[in-house]
């Protein structure tokens, strides 16, 4: 896209959030060439330099449409970054528990069970036995996590839950 160079409204903010990737200042701006008369809304980070899509206005004032939409960015890259880095737990845990099954049994249980064991150490979530073997084993021990785990969720709910 290119653009028509400096906005006229340097220096003032006009309304517009800091850019939800590095903070820096945005402005509207107009595009000019294959795009030209689509208002937009830039950062002015040279390094940075993501926009709003455009919009193309026909007699109306594409300004405060495009400020909120500027606006609900920030909110919304963040939840969206949130998702994407549990998702990627998951994901990951899934795969290490997939890569356990197939070596348990192609390469032994033992074989499996360091695949577990790896995923959880490195993270320093490994269990410890002692404390485990007081509790009463394995059932005890999920039944323990599993209800702290439920009061924390009681206590901090999901936004809109
Ligand atoms: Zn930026």
Do not use: Y
Not at 118 to 139: F, I, M, R, S
């Amino acid at each position: 896209m290119s653009t028509n160079g400096t906005p006229a409204n340097v220096g003032s903010n006009d309304g517009l959030g800091p850019c939800p990737c590095c903070g820096h200042a945005a402005a509207f701006d107009v595009a000019t060439g294959d795009d030209e008369g689509g208002h937009f809304v830039a950062c002015l980070n040279p390094r940075c330099g993501i926009s709003t899509p455009l919009i193309f206005a026909c007699g109306d004032d594409p300004k405060p449409l495009l400020r909120e939409r500027w606006n609900r960015r920030k909110e919304a890259d963040r939840a969206e970054r949130r998702a994407v880095m549990f998702g990627d737990i998951v994901s990951s845990q899934v795969i290490a528990m997939r890569a356990a099954v197939v070596a348990a049994k192609l390469e032994g249980l033992d074989v499996g069970m360091q695949w577990i064991a790896n995923t959880l150490c490195g993270p320093g979530h490994l269990p410890d036995l002692d404390e485990a073997k007081a509790l009463g084993g394995a059932q005890a021990l999920w039944d323990k996590e599993t209800a702290e785990q439920e009061a924390f969720r009681a206590a901090h709910p999901a936004p809109g839950a």
